[in-house]
Structures are given as C-alpha cells and as structure tokens.
C-alpha cells in the first residue's frame, strides 16, 4: 500500500478510535486489511506531525495539529472556489463536478473535512461521489461545500 493511502486511511480512523499507541495503530490497521509494523507507525506519526490530546475517556489520544484542521478548511474552501463546476444530492450521495484533474485533490481534502459524516468517496478526474452515513450528513455536507464555494 501506498504511503499517502495509508496516511489517508490513519486520518479516517482518528476520528473513529481513540488510539492511544503506536500499537493500537498496527492493530487497528490490521482490522481494516493494512498490514504494516510498529515502525512505519512511527514515521507515518512523525511525517503526519500527529498530535497526542487529552481523550474524553482520559488519559491521551492521537489527533490531527489544529492547524492541518484549520489549513484543511481553508485549502478546501479556495480549492472549491476555483474548480467546482457543479454539486447534487440525491439521499445519502453526492456528487460534486470539478474543473479537469481537480477531483483528485477535492475528494482528499473533503475526506479530511467530513471524515465523521462520510462512509467513503470515488473520484475520477473531473468528479467525486460521496456517500454519507446518513441523509443528513448529506445534507449538512451539500450546504457546508455551496458555502464554501460563495464565500468570498
């Protein structure tokens, strides 16, 4: 597996687990199909810049810096601005268009945005299918990305 898709996956299981270790990772890893060793964990953490937080449960958790958060928003926000053509949503699908080979990049950036809201996203060139968890995610997302792309 890729590196930028391992680092893709470990985003998404932040904001599912309270991981708490570098073993956890390899175990949680392990669950969805990733094999990798205590090790690559280290450097994947080190190359993340992860963050460890105080945990509702207590103790401490690995987390996203606040400011990859905060960059996110804003790199999604240009990034729509400029290269949207298009949004739609039917149920819990949807679907944004993009100007040629600006989907790639938008379905990262709105996977690190939405990861709590979203099951998965498909990308093309030109385009990204999200489906959300519920129709309401749905909901919330379509208005979150047709705010962003009007906001001057």
């Known amino acids: 597996m890729r590196k930028d898709e391992r680092h893709r996956i470990i985003t998404k299981l932040l904001s599912e687990y309270d991981v708490r270790k570098q073993e956890e990772f390899v175990t949680v890893l392990a669950r969805e199909g990733v094999k990798v060793t205590q090790a690559t ?43 949207m053509v298009s949004i739609d949503q039917m ?32 990308n093309d060139d030109d385009s990204v299918l999200m489906i959300a968890r519920t129709e309401d995610d749905a909901k919330y997302i379509k208005q979150d990305i047709v705010e962003k792309s009007q906001n001057n």
């Open 41 to 83: 964990i280290s450097r994947d953490i080190k190359e993340m810049k992860l963050i460890k937080v105080p945990s509702p449960n207590g103790g401490y958790r690995y987390s996203m810096p606040l400011q990859e958060q905060e960059d996110v928003n804003e790199k999604l926000a240009d990034l729509l601005k400029d290269a």
């Open 91 to 122: 149920e819990k699908f949807i679907s944004v268009k993009t100007l040629p080979g600006n989907a790639s990049a938008c379905a990262n950036l709105l996977e690190k945005q939405f990861m709590k809201n979203l099951f998965t996203t498909l």
